[in-house]
């Protein structure tokens, strides 16, 4: 296996409005991606998962370490890597279809390529016929299904998603969630995605980076392994709880020690 | 006026789709919205004729519809029309031509944007109607002082409301967009343009309502043509149908440049519309 992205390192700080001192988002931050690898980076809320797809995406830059993708460092934002939002960031002028070719045109493609693309890639998330419907006119579902296709049409080698599921009903959910992971099977791209959700880590993965916060760092990388995924309802297998449970309980000791350290924090302003 | 109202009052019949139910519909619908209109120039043909209201202060509708028809013969009513229209739309016309550019430019440097805000403020609170005097001492009474003061007018919400476009474009696009490699130049023509287009807009309607309210207030104060001048001038002489003719012909302007500026809005920002309710 070869790795594909490498952070080396990476710390990220951020000049503070309030204090003297820069915030620390993320400290020395290693971890290495593999070619045609699902990697899921889950961590509390604030941890710095949004900082670090920032800086894979290249639209910020490390304050200290590096980020190497094939070797070479990131250098910008790229057509190599795709990004998929939370908040979808379609954009509402433009159709699906034309949402679709937004990527495409960027890329340089010729316009009935593009137009071919984006038809194929919207068919492959199940939005055929939906081609000229503004983002106004579908369900989040739907909208998310757009991002995605606009970010695997102009085939980036990897695909970087922050929460992208977080705000769509539990259904919904579990829909993209095995359609996305049949996607991934069939286009054998690397994925980094972004979650808070313990089942979400566990159930899409081959492998969990769990995040601590304050300073964000990569506690524990767990492999998931892949025998037990083959089942029918993987979530009731007892090997699933039990990695569920070592992830909630990484988790829940990070949270215990924040909360006991703004205690600290709070003792000693009282003191001063 | 919202943009629904004012395209419902105006939306065509449905197509002659034949049966009585249908027309029956329509009449329904026309006596709704149209209900409200009819009576109140009933009103206003009775109010005069019963001796509500001094007929020499207000003449019956129709005296004034008598009027209009008078001075249409003549030829004086098209003049002053054509007079405050072609003005109005010169000043409004440039006004646009020259904010829109300068605001997406302002826009675009957040730095220069900060740095000549405050002086904008100042100007966009100078009420322009204030420096009419001064525009008039510059320019005379001719043309060129009642365009420049339209123009004048209708600057200011334009490139203000074109800043604010640019400036609050949702950050989330851009960083979307920029994730596809696109070049600034790129960016701001494929994403902060279009993005910015409602609220865009937002001014140039604004503009659209001060092109006629300081146009008519220049014209009574130094013209020789022009419906702000029919009045004025039909006030002094006490012709106070043609007063009324005045009134009523700068409603219709005002009602006519917003359905103008309604269905250009509605063609550029079709997709700025909730879920259509069907
Ligand atoms: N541009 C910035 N300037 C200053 N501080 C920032 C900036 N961006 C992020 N931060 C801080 O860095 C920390 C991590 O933020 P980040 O958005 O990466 O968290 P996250 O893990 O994505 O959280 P969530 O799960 O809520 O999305 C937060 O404490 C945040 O306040
Ligand atoms: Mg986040």
Redesign the pocket.
Known sequence: MTVKLSLQNVRKT???RHADEA?V?LDDVTLDVEDGEFMVVV??????????LDLLAGLTRPTGGQILLDGKPVAGPSLDRGVVFQQYALFPWLTAQGNVEFGLEAKGAPSAERRETARRFLGLVGLAGFESHHPHELSGGMKQRVAIARSLAYDPEVLLM??PFAALDAQTRETLQCELLRIWRVSGKTIVF?T?GIDEAVFLGQRVAVMSSRP?RVERVIDIPPEFKAGEDIRAHPEFGRLRHEIWRLLHEDGERAREDERDARRLAVAA | MSAQESTLVLSPPAALGGSFARLGAIFLHALRRGGALAAFFLLWELAPRLGWVDAAFLPPFSQVLATAWKLLSNGQLTQHFAASLGRSAAGFALAIVAAIPLGLAIGRYRLFAQAVNPLLEMFRNTAALALLPVFILFLGIGETSKVAIVFYGCFWPILLNTITAVATVDPLLVKSARTMGLSPVRLFRKVILPASVPTIFVGVRLAGAMSVLILIAAEMVGAKSGLGYLIIYSQYNFQVPEMFLGIVCITVVGLFINFLLVALERRLTAWNTHRSET
């Open positions: 951020f000049r503070s915030f988002a961590g509390p809320s604030g941890c710095g998962k949004t900082t670090l922050d929460e972004i808070h964000g």
